[in-house]
């Protein structure tokens, strides 16, 4: 029998890329982390993680431990939560900008139907202040986006540092710079193009793309550089450390509620995204 706690280490470092990473996501020390997967490795008699003193890398056996950790996990989620009583059911519309779907989010989704198997989510990702819109038009109950620095809309979460990245830190731009961005009314366009005036830098838009997706990977195939905000870049893409290039400054990631008083439901999500959100917040002041 594997110990759930050891499975949700081993799934955490897998995630994270390392054991100091795992550590901060599970508020863990980096030799607790090390324990974990040394118990683990011992009860599958198979070593699960190949070391140096540079890479950490699935072993085959790794790979295969993946699937039985998620389905042991979901397993065990699923008994809980059936024989803890909960009794919430109904429907929550939530909102949720792009950046925040590819990172943070899905794992949030996960945790949350696994102890709330009762509520249906209906999921809509886009650009934050479409998402607004579409709040206040009744649309949605819950959004899970971004607010400029001094506006008063939503629960503040975290406040995060702007970037400029590419596909590698040393890549430098001439004028005009090629600049890669979701449409209008992007919160981290409107700050670019700003912070480019305000420069005197000139620019040429190479690709506008309502998914990370697509601007991810114009990013990667060298068509120019984009704006993002550094706590989530995608996989692949890097700050540039080019200081001709002007400062963007800080957005915030907020929760947004279309009710005063929430449904029940509404307020579970509400309080298991708040909660890992400013978890990532600290993990990303330290």
């Known amino acids: 029998m594997f110990d759930p706690e050891l499975l949700n280490t081993f799934l955490a470092v897998e995630r994270a890329g390392g054991f100091t990473a795992a550590g901060r996501l599970l508020g863990l020390r980096q030799s607790t982390v090390s324990g974990h997967i040394a118990r683990l490795e011992q009860a599958a ?18 790979a295969a431990m993946i699937g039985f950790a998620r389905t042991i996990l979901d397993a065990q989620a699923r008994a809980q939560a059936y024989f803890s009583g909960s009794t919430l059911t109904g429907r929550i519309r939530l909102g949720a900008s792009d950046d925040v779907m590819a990172r943070e989010l899905p794992d949030i989704l996960v945790d949350f139907q696994r ?26 109950d819950l959004v899970f ?5 001094g506006e008063r809309h939503g629960e503040f979460l975290w406040r995060d540092r702007l970037v400029w990245a590419g596909r590698s ?24 193009l700003r912070a480019l005036s305000h420069a005197g830098r000139t620019h040429r838009v190479t690709c506008v793309s309502d998914s990370l997706l697509g601007l991810r990977a114009a990013v990667l195939a060298g068509l120019g550089v984009v704006a993002h905000a550094e706590s989530v870049l995608p ?12 400062e963007l400054g800080e957005l915030d990631f907020v929760l947004m509620h279309r009710r005063s008083r929430p449904a029940a439901p509404e307020q579970a999500l ?16 330290e």
């Open 235 to 246: 996989d692949g893409l890097v700050a540039l450390a080019d200081p001709r290039l002007p």
């Open 169 to 192: 830190a040393t890549t430098e731009f001439e004028d005009p710079i090629p600049f890669v961005t979701y449409p209008a009314p992007s919160l981290t366009r409107q700050l670019a």
């Open 115 to 140: 102890t709330h198997p009762g509520i249906d989510l209906e999921l809509t990702v886009g650009l934050s202040e479409t998402l607004k819109t579409r709040m206040s038009a009744g649309e949605l």
């Open 45 to 62: 008699g198979r070593e699960l993680f190949r070391r140096d003193t540079r890479n950490l890398a699935l072993t085959a056996d790794g």
């Open 145 to 149: 986006g971004k607010r400029l620095p």
């Open 270 to 285: 509400a309080e298991a995204i708040t909660v890992a959100a400013r978890q990532l917040g600290r993990n990303t002041r």
